[in-house]
Protein backbone atom coordinates (compact mmCIF):
# COMPACT_ATOMS: atom_id res chain seq x y z
CA UNK A 1 0.00 0.00 0.00
CA UNK A 2 1.50 3.20 -0.68
CA UNK A 3 0.69 5.47 2.10
CA UNK A 4 0.78 8.78 -0.73
CA UNK A 5 -1.79 7.40 -2.90
CA UNK A 6 -5.27 9.24 -1.52
CA UNK A 7 -6.27 10.69 -4.86
CA UNK A 8 -10.31 11.50 -4.88
CA UNK A 9 -9.83 10.72 -1.12
CA UNK A 10 -11.72 13.60 1.01
CA UNK A 11 -9.43 14.97 3.27
CA UNK A 12 -9.82 16.25 7.23
CA UNK A 13 -9.77 20.15 5.49
CA UNK A 14 -12.67 18.98 3.51
CA UNK A 15 -15.20 18.38 5.55
CA UNK A 16 -17.71 21.03 6.65
CA UNK A 17 -17.37 23.45 10.06
CA UNK A 18 -20.03 24.48 11.74
CA UNK A 19 -20.34 27.93 11.32
CA UNK A 20 -19.59 29.20 14.87
CA UNK A 21 -16.32 26.38 14.92
CA UNK A 22 -15.16 28.36 11.69
CA UNK A 23 -15.89 31.46 13.06
CA UNK A 24 -14.07 30.49 16.42
CA UNK A 25 -10.37 29.14 14.36
CA UNK A 26 -10.54 32.40 12.71
CA UNK A 27 -10.69 34.78 15.45
CA UNK A 28 -8.07 32.59 16.71
CA UNK A 29 -5.77 33.28 13.89
CA UNK A 30 -6.69 37.01 14.34
CA UNK A 31 -5.44 37.54 18.06
CA UNK A 32 -2.43 34.77 17.45
CA UNK A 33 0.57 37.35 18.18
CA UNK A 34 -1.56 38.80 20.84
CA UNK A 35 -0.98 35.32 23.01
CA UNK A 36 -5.32 34.83 23.22
CA UNK A 37 -5.92 32.42 20.82
CA UNK A 38 -5.63 29.29 23.06
CA UNK A 39 -9.50 30.38 24.41
CA UNK A 40 -11.12 30.27 20.75
CA UNK A 41 -9.60 27.06 19.82
CA UNK A 42 -10.51 25.50 23.52
CA UNK A 43 -14.00 26.91 22.48
CA UNK A 44 -14.00 25.40 19.09
CA UNK A 45 -12.72 22.03 20.63
CA UNK A 46 -16.03 21.84 22.54
CA UNK A 47 -18.13 22.46 20.16
CA UNK A 48 -16.86 20.27 17.55
CA UNK A 49 -14.83 17.75 19.57
CA UNK A 50 -14.07 15.66 16.90
CA UNK A 51 -13.43 17.99 13.84
CA UNK A 52 -10.38 17.14 12.45
CA UNK A 53 -9.65 20.53 11.74
CA UNK A 54 -9.79 21.62 15.03
CA UNK A 55 -7.10 19.22 16.13
CA UNK A 56 -4.62 20.64 13.61
CA UNK A 57 -5.44 23.94 15.01
CA UNK A 58 -5.28 23.34 18.32
CA UNK A 59 -1.93 20.97 17.58
CA UNK A 60 -0.19 23.96 15.76
CA UNK A 61 -0.88 26.66 18.54
CA UNK A 62 0.40 24.75 21.04
CA UNK A 63 3.26 23.53 18.89
CA UNK A 64 4.45 26.55 17.87
CA UNK A 65 4.41 27.84 21.53
CA UNK A 66 6.84 24.76 22.38
CA UNK A 67 3.97 23.75 24.45
CA UNK A 68 4.93 20.18 23.40
CA UNK A 69 3.26 17.97 26.24
CA UNK A 70 0.64 20.16 24.94
CA UNK A 71 0.93 19.17 21.60
CA UNK A 72 1.40 15.44 21.96
CA UNK A 73 -2.00 15.52 24.37
CA UNK A 74 -3.90 16.85 21.20
CA UNK A 75 -1.94 14.59 19.02
CA UNK A 76 -3.19 11.50 20.91
CA UNK A 77 -6.85 12.36 20.60
CA UNK A 78 -6.71 12.89 17.00
CA UNK A 79 -5.76 9.28 17.27
CA UNK A 80 -8.48 8.13 19.25
CA UNK A 81 -11.00 10.03 17.26
CA UNK A 82 -9.62 8.71 13.99
CA UNK A 83 -8.72 5.27 15.27
CA UNK A 84 -12.07 4.74 16.32
CA UNK A 85 -13.48 6.10 12.63
CA UNK A 86 -11.60 4.00 10.86
CA UNK A 87 -11.81 0.73 13.53
CA UNK A 88 -8.12 0.30 14.27
CA UNK A 89 -7.21 -0.68 17.72
CA UNK A 90 -7.20 1.41 20.49
CA UNK A 91 -3.62 0.97 21.42
CA UNK A 92 -1.27 1.93 18.59
CA UNK A 93 1.63 -0.66 19.86
CA UNK A 94 -1.22 -3.61 18.68
CA UNK A 95 -1.38 -1.79 14.70
CA UNK A 96 -0.42 -3.89 11.78
CA UNK A 97 -0.35 -3.61 8.46
CA UNK A 98 -3.67 -5.89 7.78
CA UNK A 99 -5.75 -2.77 9.96
CA UNK A 100 -4.20 0.03 7.78
CA UNK A 101 -5.44 -1.99 4.78
CA UNK A 102 -8.71 -2.27 5.87
CA UNK A 103 -8.73 1.42 7.41
CA UNK A 104 -7.20 2.72 3.40
CA UNK A 105 -10.52 0.95 2.27
CA UNK A 106 -12.23 3.35 4.41
CA UNK A 107 -10.63 6.29 3.73
CA UNK A 108 -7.16 6.68 2.84
CA UNK A 109 -6.99 10.49 4.24
CA UNK A 110 -8.05 9.94 7.44
CA UNK A 111 -5.52 7.14 7.29
CA UNK A 112 -3.00 9.17 7.02
CA UNK A 113 -3.75 12.07 9.43
CA UNK A 114 -3.92 9.02 11.71
CA UNK A 115 -0.20 7.99 10.83
CA UNK A 116 0.94 11.37 10.73
CA UNK A 117 -0.22 12.05 14.38
CA UNK A 118 1.65 9.11 15.72
CA UNK A 119 4.41 10.40 13.14
CA UNK A 120 3.90 13.79 15.45
CA UNK A 121 3.87 11.87 18.93
CA UNK A 122 7.00 10.23 17.97
CA UNK A 123 8.55 13.81 17.42
CA UNK A 124 7.20 15.82 20.20
CA UNK A 125 8.30 12.54 22.35
CA UNK A 126 12.07 13.58 21.02
CA UNK A 127 11.24 17.44 21.29
CA UNK A 128 10.41 16.51 25.21
CA UNK A 129 13.51 14.74 25.62
CA UNK A 130 11.45 10.92 25.83
CA UNK A 131 13.95 9.26 23.86
CA UNK A 132 12.31 5.43 24.57
CA UNK A 133 8.89 6.35 23.87
CA UNK A 134 9.96 8.39 20.14
CA UNK A 135 12.00 5.23 19.15
CA UNK A 136 9.00 2.85 20.14
CA UNK A 137 6.11 5.10 18.24
CA UNK A 138 8.96 5.70 15.24
CA UNK A 139 9.83 1.72 14.90
CA UNK A 140 6.17 1.08 15.00
CA UNK A 141 5.59 3.38 12.06
CA UNK A 142 8.74 2.28 10.15
CA UNK A 143 7.59 -1.37 10.42
CA UNK A 144 4.21 -0.32 9.10
CA UNK A 145 5.10 2.16 6.45
CA UNK A 146 8.56 0.24 4.46
CA UNK A 147 8.60 2.92 1.72
CA UNK A 148 8.77 5.41 4.88
CA UNK A 149 6.41 7.49 2.52
CA UNK A 150 5.24 9.38 5.97
CA UNK A 151 9.92 10.14 6.64
CA UNK A 152 9.90 8.32 10.01
CA UNK A 153 12.98 7.06 9.37
CA UNK A 154 14.66 9.71 9.34
CA UNK A 155 13.28 10.69 12.81
CA UNK A 156 14.59 7.31 13.98
CA UNK A 157 17.78 7.84 13.08
CA UNK A 158 18.19 10.39 14.76
CA UNK A 159 16.48 8.90 17.73
CA UNK A 160 18.96 6.64 17.68
CA UNK A 161 21.26 8.50 17.08
CA UNK A 162 20.71 10.64 20.46
CA UNK A 163 20.81 7.26 22.50
CA UNK A 164 24.17 6.77 21.32
CA UNK A 165 25.16 10.45 22.39
CA UNK A 166 23.94 10.00 25.70
CA UNK A 167 25.39 6.49 26.13
CA UNK A 168 29.08 7.93 25.08
CA UNK A 169 28.17 11.35 27.26
CA UNK A 170 27.73 8.67 30.65
CA UNK A 171 30.92 6.95 29.55
CA UNK A 172 32.88 9.91 29.33
CA UNK A 173 31.42 11.50 32.53
CA UNK A 174 32.38 8.05 34.17
CA UNK A 175 36.05 7.94 33.13
CA UNK A 176 36.16 11.49 34.63
CA UNK A 177 34.59 10.62 37.81
CA UNK A 178 37.29 7.43 38.05
CA UNK A 179 39.97 9.80 37.88
CA UNK A 180 39.35 11.27 41.04
Same mark, same amino acid.
Given at each position: ???? $???? *? ?6 ? =? !?????? &? ?50 ? $???? *? ?6 ? =? !?????? &? ?19 LLALKGAGYLNL ?54
Open positions: MDLQ $DFEG *QDMYFNAE =L !PPKVAA &LIEQAAECYGEGEAEKPLLRAFFLAPENLMVYVALYRFYYYQHRYSDALFIA $DKAM *QVTGKALN =L !PEDWRE &LEKGHLGVAAIQSMGMLRFYRLNRINEAIEILSKLVELDERNRLGAGMLLDIAKERVIDDIAEQSENVVRLSRF
